[in-house]
Structure formats: C-alpha cells, structure tokens
C-alpha cells in the first residue's frame, strides 16, 4: 500500500470516527433512527478527504478542518438522501435510501436536520467564520439550482452538452469546489487563491460526475452500491445518454425501448453494448479525463511538493471502478 | 387605529417588501417560481413582529433585526412547506401548498432553498454571529424534533396532556423563544437576560399552539385560509382533541366516526358543536389564555415602558380569530 493509500485510510477512518460521535439522541426515533442509518452507509467520504488534503496542502488549522470536512460530508448526505426521494432512487451506498426503508415523510425531516448538523459543524470553525458561512450556504443554494435544473432536463430532448455542463457544475462542481476552497477561506487566504481552489474542484467535481453518469450505466451494481439505470428510467440527460441521442438517434430509440420494456439486468447489458461498440463509453471516458487533467493543472500555482497528494487524489478518482 | 396598531402595520409592511426584494432569480424556474409564490403568501408575520417588537425594546442594532426578522420567517415558512407535504395539507394562508400546486420533489427542494436563504440572513448580523448562528440551528433542530414527536404521535391514543406540551414546546415554542431571544444574542446581553426572553418566546408560542388548535376545530375556513380538520383527519394529538378522548371518550369516538364518515363542513359543525357543548372550548381557552399570562409575567424583569409593545403583542395574538 502506497503512504498516499495510508493517509487516505487513515483520513477516512477518522472522519468515520467522528461521524459515528456525532451526538445524535436516542428520541425522538422517528427523526434520529434514520439519521444513525443513513450515517452509517458506506459512501466512500471524497469530498471530507479533498477538505483534508486540501487543508494539509495549505497548512490550514486541522481542528477547523475536520469541521469542514464533517460540514461537506452532512451537507452532501443531505442532498442525497432529498435528491434520493426526487428521483426515486431505492438503494444508495448498498443500503435501501432512507424513503423506501422509512417513507417520504420521514425522508424529508432526516434531511432537514442533517443539514442543520452541517450547519452547527460550520459554526465551530473559529476563524472568517462569516465568510465561511456564507460560501457555504451559497453552495448549497447553487446545488438546489443544480438539481432544479437536472429536474427541468428530464425527458427534455433538447438539452445539450453544453446545458447539460452547466448543469453538473452546480449540482456536483459547486461541493467540490467548495471542498478544496474552504479552508483557504477559513485561513483568510487572498481571493485569487480562493477562485483557483474553487476552479480545480469544480473542474474534478465536473470529471467526476460524468465518470460516475457513465459508471450509472455501465459498472457493476454490486459494486456501485446502487439501483443502475435510474437516470435512464427517469428519463435524466446524462453526458453519455446526450452523446448517445445526438449522433445514434434511431438505434437509440430502440436501445431505450427495449430497456424500458424490460427494466433489469439484462436490459442494462444491452444499454452497456449499445455505449462500446459505439464508442459512446470510449468518448465520455476521454471527456472525464480532459476535465481531471484540466483540474491538476489549474493546482500549478502551488508549490509542486504541496500538489504531490492532490494529485494522487486527482487519480484516486480517475481509477474508481464505482 | 391605535398607535401600537399603526406600529404593527408599518412594521409588516416593511418584512413584507424586504421578503418581495429578496433577490430570487427567475432561473431555474422549477426552483424559484414556488419560492416566489410562496413568499408572497398571506402570512401573518407573527415571528418578524416579535423579533423587531423585542429588539426595539432592547434598543437592538435595526438593520441586524431585520436580518433576524427575514431568516426566522423564512425559516418559518420553510417548516410549513415541508410540514405540509408531511402532513398532507393542501391549503395554506389561502393558497394551495406547494406540494399541491406542483409536487412533492418540488416542494421538498424549494423549502430547502428557503432554509438556505434563511442561513444567508443569519450571516449578515455582524455581531455576535457564532453565537447568534448556533442558536439558530439548534433551534431549528428543536423544531425539527417537535415535528418528529407530531409525526410519532399520530394516531396513537396513549399520548397525554404533558407529552402534547413538551412536542409543542419544540415545535412551536422553540421559533418563537427564537425571536424573542436572537436579538439579545445579537447584541451580547447576559446569559439570564437570553433565558428569560427564550422563556417568554416559549411560553407564548406554546399559547399560541393551543390556541391555534382550536382554531383549526372551530373557525371559519375562509378567514383561516387553511383547510380545516386535518389534524382531524392525520389522527393527530392536539390539546382540544387530547381533551376530548380523555374527558369523553365514548361521545367523542361516536364523534369523530360521524366527521370521518363524511369530512366536510357539515362534519366540521359537529366536531365545532361537541367541543362547545361539552365544555372543552371553554376549557382549551382557558388553557391558552394562562400561557399567554405567563408569558407577560415574565417580561417583568423589562422596565415597565420597555414591555408596553410586547404586552399589547400578546394581547394581539391572544384575539386573533384566524
């Protein structure tokens, strides 16, 4: 095992470790049983770890960190387990979503407060509090935006690439921008340090949410921890999906009937040919990593020794098989 | 008109136009067109009142008490749109919910967005804002457990007087103990001082529940510009209700077997015609009036002048007819 794969175990254990501390009460059940639930899924902690790596890199005060790092980790929680009802998903981290295990209701209100734990984890970092606050909400109203729109796609066949970019920058660039660009706000760094931190976490945030549009289609369930082929039932405008619309139309159209009609493992085979033999999957893959690529070097302004883990972690994404 | 009369008006005139100015985009529509439709709801902006009504008292910096009146009354609304999706309730200050109008996701992700623009508010108060935050989420929290204990206590016919109390001191009684309090925090006033004002916040809230309860049994629909007896109708444990299945059981289920056999405004009559017959109007208005007078007593520790305002806001609650 690497001394990066150590760091990032030792991290992830950590973060685990205070997210199972969390003062969560016994009662009321019907609000706290999910929260312990949904908390104790096997999300793979990305975002808390770019918080982490990023703030060494930065020499940032690592008390305030871990409340970063827990802050991204709640607030990105909250946003599934809301997004998870919206697009009636069943299975998230190889566990049912709260929705289908409890019910809508107590769906909403577990979110609720996962954000507002977010929100109190916020409050204890102890320097440009203010300007931390704000960055964050204005993220999380970004990520609103960024759903409203994935939701405004659906079943719209006229989205385009280019839409659909836009799009993933708010939904899925905005948090990662904001992993990498938190602590520099927490230190008081300049702001041209800030916008540079936030451009690389977009840019990762953008690779990795085509990575994981294509990973919905085509990786092992098993592995992925979740129901594949929602985004194609939902009628969702994914990058291989738009890809596949635009320049397949008709063998498309037929791929997508068949799926429909059948809606299981099998169908989902013919979905994952249809995207190799046309090339569909080699494209998105290109794409995703132009985006990786584009992130590291946007990481240039810092000295190459600080970059070193960064860049480690840049390829950590790039390597996931789910 | 009197002049405390012309002081409420004018005070909600101006929450009124800071709520119309609030900067909401017009895209993405699926996100701001119900936040939009929703702030201009006919709300009675009971909670700014309070806020701006206390602060005044407290000689509170005026800019910072509009900030806290525009994030608890949109934190305010928040709550009653994810309530209402909870709670299956399709009108609210007159107008259809947003779950009712649109849909659930759409609802869900609206009230999260106003939670968050409830948190931008919160930011702009430049003293004491850690402390004024962390208040602000641990009370949404509260708020969050009270509806949690509402939701566990549906349908169940063991929940007594004293667990009615202590769920709507969370659910009620923490927002406004809120705005009684965040101004004192907001401007750094002794510990005993916050308590006391939290106190006299909950005390008032909880009358202002009780009341409430009754309201939604035996008002006018119209003037309530909410549908009435669905707490009925979501078997939920409300002081009146508690009252009846304690005091009158046999009568009462024969009661509520004819409301829920038809759920009209014949149905409501009768509900409306037991509780008076049977003394348990009387009993909950005397229930409600006693918190209301609690509440004043506690603002004694205020300079006789200082309370004048607030003592003629309770009064204003207590003779509300919707």
Redo the contacts between chains.
């Keep these: 095992m690497s001394d990066f794969q150590k760091k990032i175990n030792l991290i992830r254990e950590e973060v685990n470790r205070e997210l199972a501390s969390l003062p969560i009460p016994q009662k ?5 049983d999910p929260i312990r639930y949904v908390l104790k899924g096997k999300g793979k902690r990305f975002r808390p770890l770019l918080v982490h790596l990023m703030g060494r890199a930065l020499d940032a005060n690592s008390r305030g960190l871990m409340n970063l790092a827990l802050a991204v980790e709640l607030l990105h929680t909250f946003t599934l387990v ?1 997004d998870d ?2 697009d009636k998903d069943d299975t998230r981290h190889g566990q049912e979503t709260l929705h289908q295990k409890w019910d ?3 769906a ?2 577990a ?3 996962i ?3 977010a ?2 984890k ?2 204890l970092v102890e320097t440009h ?2 300007e931390v ?2 960055y964050f ?2 993220v ?2 970004e990520i ?2 960024g ?3 994935d ?2 796609f659906e079943n719209d066949l006229s989205i385009s690439e280019s839409n659909y970019l836009d799009m993933i920058d708010c939904k899925t660039g905005a948090l990662l921008g904001a992993c990498a660009a938190l602590p520099a706000i927490m230190e008081g760094l300049s702001n041209e340090t800030v916008q540079n931190l936030d451009q690389f976490g977009r840019l990762l945030g953008k690779g990795f949410q085509v990575q994981d549009d294509l990973l919905e289609l085509i990786s092992n369930p098993q592995q992925m921890g979740k129901s594949l082929g929602s985004d194609l039932a939902e009628g969702k405008q994914t990058y291989p999906i738009i890809l596949a619309r635009t320049n397949h139309e008709q063998e498309w159209n037929k791929c997508i009937s068949q799926f429909m009609s059948k809606q299981n493992e099998d169908s989902m085979d013919i979905v994952k040919t249809f995207l190799e033999k046309t090339g569909i999957a080699e494209e998105t893959i290109t794409r995703y990593e132009s985006f990786f690529e584009e992130a590291g070097k946007v990481l240039h302004f810092l000295p190459e020794e600080k970059r070193k883990d960064l860049d480690a972690f840049i390829q950590l994404i790039k390597n996931r098989t789910y």
Excluded: R
Excluded at 28 to 32: A, F, H, I, S
């Design positions: 009321p059940g019907y609000l706290y809301h009802i919206m809508e209701s107590t909403i209100l979110g609720d407060a954000f507002i734990l929100q109190l916020v409050t509090v203010t606050m704000n909400n204005q999380t109203l609103c935006e759903q409203a729109w939701k405004e």
